[in-house]
Structure formats: C-alpha cells, structure tokens
C-alpha cells in the first residue's frame, strides 16, 4: 500500500496547571503533527513536543524539518517499507530526535492500521498494564499535599515529585507525603539535574525512612564520571534520563561501574519506537530495568510510548502522564487509565481516533 501524502501542522496546546521544574515554569506547550495519507485512504498520525533544554532541537527545528520538500521523498513508497523509511528519516535529520519521533510514531501508526492490529501486538505485547506515576512540579509543602490528594482522589497511587532546589525542602515534602499516606503511596522523585554528589547523597540518607522508589537524574548531564563514584546502593536506584538519549549513550553508561540501574526512555530523546527498542535491549542484556517517560505530548505520542513499553519486558515504571494536563489535543482515545493502572486500547494502530 503506497503512501499517497505527507502533511505536517503546529499546535500550541495550553496546560490546564502550569508546574515548576529546577530550570523553568511551563504553562503552555507547542506540539508537531504529522498525518500520513495512504492511497486506500487509511490516515496515520505522529507527533512530537520538542524540549530545548534536553533535545536542542525548537519547535522552530521541527517546522522547517517537515516542510512539504523534506517529506515529499517519502511520498510513493510502500508502507510496507515503514522501517526503511525509518531509517532513512534518521539520516536525513540525524540532530533532530523529536522530528525523528513525529515521523517514526505516524510511520508505525499508519503500518498498524493498514494490517488492523495494535502495534504493541505486532512487537509482542509482554505487559498487560501497569501504574503511571503523575508529576508534582517544585512547590511548598501544603501545595504539594494538595495535588497528592487531588490525584489520590483521581485513583493514581504513584507519584512523581520534581526537586532540585533546595535538599532540606524536597525531603520535607516527601516526608509529609509519606506521613499522610503511609505505605499506600509511592514516591518517585526527579530532581532534573538539580543536585551535585554531596547533595544527591545527602538526599539519599534523609529520605530513607520514607522509602522513594527511585531518583531521576539528580546530577547534571556532564557528571556521570562523579555520578559512577556514589555507593553502589545510592547508583541501583539512579534513573538516567537527560544523560540518556540515544543507544550510543546508552552503552556508555552501561560501562562498569554503571550511573545507574534505571533507564529512562523518552520518546523524544531517541527518535521514536526504533530508537527506544535498541535502547531497551542495551538495557536488558546489562540488567537494567526500563522507565518510560514523556515531556508534555498528545496523546498521540503517549499512546505510542506506552504501546513500545509494554512491548519491552524489561520495562518496570511509567511515567507517562503528559497529555493529562492538556487544555486540548487533537485526538481521543488511545489508552485507558483506572485506577492509576495504564492500558492502550485494542485499536488498530495507536488506537486514537482524531477530533
């Protein structure tokens, strides 16, 4: 079946809750469609949200990458060929993940509806569902326990809370959240490159009573040589995010002694499903369990994140909870949260059907 057209937009999608991160506040998010027209009519759609700070890459990168010249060249080929294509795409913008994602994600989505099947049941779905955790930007302690309720109210029972400012205040919040909540709650913790050696150490031991479950990427990308010097015990629990991007990265940090025992894969970051899966099988042969993650997506992108980590069975976290705060999105559907447990729907493709 040949690819007939190729077309891409820009939205700027508004956050319903603008949060706070060690770096910057985020109120609103531009993402990138692509739409890939088949000759039988069958649409699939990609997406991308592109993150300056982690990518380099603008959303200004992603409007010139998916003009109608660049993605011509793909128009006449089989859909059959979807990995070639692929593979061509990362050559053709080999700095760009977040364009790579886009196209990757609406390549897969238009496969899957072509052969009616959900793309986690073309690779092998291995996982059935499992909790996603919901972010608490940097605040002070009574708003922290306010969203925790609120979100406990919702049914999630995993929570991810941003830190990075201050060591003595996010221990706080997370020894309030655990007072409140006692062993029903679990605590995850990304402090977005916000600590140095003594302080992620220090957070470490000030926060063992309250059991968090893991620590993202408390060091800046830059450190992993000081980040292999923690204690063991201190590095099982690290989840590598901006240090990991990309398979190529993915093995360096995997040499002994490890930064830490936690991948965690972005979409974006790697250039979509292909990237993640070469990322996650470096993982799995080196015994390292898989976190997925986002930045604020659609659902388009969250749907494929999630339908590649149940795919993977060394994935053992979400975190995709990206397209919850959205004003609006251009799709529905796509996955199905209760009870804080995450599941894709049965439909071909992603399962999301456009507005």
């Known amino acids: 079946m040949k690819i007939k057209r190729i077309t891409a937009f820009i939205e700027d999608l508004e956050l319903t809750k603008p949060y706070e991160i060690a770096f910057t506040v985020t109120d609103s998010v531009q993402n990138a469609f692509v739409q890939i027209e088949l000759s039988n009519g069958i649409i699939g759609l990609g997406a991308a949200s592109p993150s300056e700070h982690v990518l380099q890459e603008t959303i200004e990168d992603l409007e010139k990458n998916l003009t109608a010249d660049h993605l011509q060249q793909w128009e006449g080929r089989d859909i059959c060929h979807f990995r070639q294509i692929i593979s061509e795409v990362r050559t053709t913008f080999p700095k760009h993940s977040a364009t790579q994602t886009a196209l990757d994600i609406a390549l897969h989505d238009a496969f899957g509806k072509y052969l009616q099947i959900p793309i986690v049941q ?4 291995k996982i059935k569902t499992l909790p996603t955790s919901v972010t608490i930007g940097i605040c002070d302690v009574p708003t922290t326990l306010q969203e925790a309720e609120e979100y406990w109210q919702q049914g999630f029972r995993v929570v991810k809370v941003k830190t990075g400012k201050s060591v003595l205040e996010d ?46 990427q408390p060091m800046p990308v830059g450190t992993e040589a000081i980040m292999r010097s923690l204690p063991d ?20 940090l995997v040499q002994p002694p490890k930064v830490g025992g ?94």
């Open 171 to 216: 221990v706080e919040r997370c020894v309030k959240l655990r007072e409140k909540y006692g062993d029903a709650l679990i605590i995850r913790v990304d402090a977005n490159q916000g600590y140095s050696r003594e302080e992620t150490v220090d957070f470490y031991y000030r926060t063992l009573p309250t059991n968090i479950e893991l620590i993202e």
């Open 233 to 252: 015990f201190v590095r099982n629990m690290l989840a590598c995010d901006e240090s990991l991007k990309n398979a190529k990265s993915a093995i360096q």
């Open 262 to 355: 936690i991948f965690n894969i972005k979409l974006m970051k790697c250039g979509g499903l292909l990237g993640a899966f070469e990322i996650a099988t470096i993982a799995q042969a080196a015994g390292i369990d898989l976190f997925w993650g986002c930045f604020d997506e659609s659902i388009i992108s969250i749907s494929a994140a999630l339908h590649a980590a149940l795919a993977c069975p060394n994935t053992k976290y979400l975190d995709l909870d990206g397209s919850l705060d959205l004003g609006r999105d251009v799709v529905k559907g796509g996955f199905i949260i209760e009870k804080g447990m995450m599941r894709p729907l049965d439909g071909p493709g992603f399962g999301f059907e456009r507005i």
């Open 122 to 125: 073309f690779y092998g779905q």
